[in-house]
């Protein structure tokens, strides 16, 4: 048993060391469009867009444009968005389904749909995501993405 412990302390450790975060952080501007909520307010229905900047750690910034729909049924918060990240004439899509949530819940999982030069690194990664929205329709947003080393230290030497 002590033996079987040992091995997965080591594992976790060396797959700790293993292991490298992608983050980006958005700002931008909100717009929620096309709202139905019925009278009893139990249900609510719109469509989102949001326009933004983006920096990450990998010193790559640029543009992000966000569409999707959500809705908050007898009190839970469901969503499907996509969002495009550009850099220069790279890309990364970042695909959000939420379902079950509280609405007053700022922390959504996402995963990373699709990406090309730099980016390619992260396609199929699973990741986190802390969103702040700010009064009149801004908004703060930091994702961070778990990923092998490797992985990171390509994205990060990534030549054109």
């Known amino acids: 048993m002590k033996t079987l412990f040992k091995i997965i302390i080591t594992f976790f ?3 700790s060391v293993f292991a ?9 501007v909100n717009n929620m469009q096309n709202s139905v909520v019925t009278k009893s307010e ?15 750690n990998i010193d790559r ?3 992000s444009h966000c569409a999707g729909g959500l809705n908050i049924s007898k009190g839970k918060m469901h969503s ?13 899509y970042t695909k959000y389904t939420n379902s079950n949530m509280d609405p007053a819940s700022n ?3 996402f995963e990373i749909a699709d990406g090309t030069g730099p980016f390619v690194e992260l396609v199929g990664q699973k990741c986190t995501a802390a969103y702040l929205p700010i009064e009149s329709n801004k908004y703060l947003f930091k994702g ?13 030497n990534f030549k054109d």
Do not use: W
């Open 20 to 28: 490298a975060e992608f983050t980006f952080e958005a700002y931008g």
């Open 13 to 15: 450790m060396v797959s």
């Open 107 to 109: 922390i959504f999982k």
């Open 144 to 156: 961070k993405c778990n990923i092998p080393d490797a992985n990171f230290q390509r994205m990060k």
């Open 61 to 63: 910034v640029g543009e």
């Open 42 to 56: 139990e249900y609510t229905y719109f469509s989102f867009i949001n326009e933004g900047v983006i920096i990450t």
């Open 80 to 92: 499907d968005i996509l969002c495009e990240n550009i850099s220069g004439k790279y890309y990364f």
